[in-house]
């Protein structure tokens, strides 16, 4: 009960408008993750490398 008073309040939104917490971007996100990890049979050193990059593309 106390929680949903701070959250009428707005005492617990969000302050960082920079985040996205788009469910849908997320679920992207997910899904090439996915993807990476099934195309590419390797390692943890490996899976970072192909990380990186994917993030720099996004």
Known sequence: A???????????MRVRQDIRSDG?????SHKAWN???RSFASGLE???????DFVIRR
């Open 24 to 28: 849908s971007r997320i679920e992207g």
């Open 2 to 12: 106390d929680q949903l008073a701070h959250v009428k309040k707005g005492c617990l």
């Open 46 to 52: 490996m899976f970072l490398a192909l990380g990186f």
């Open 35 to 37: 993807g990476i990890m």
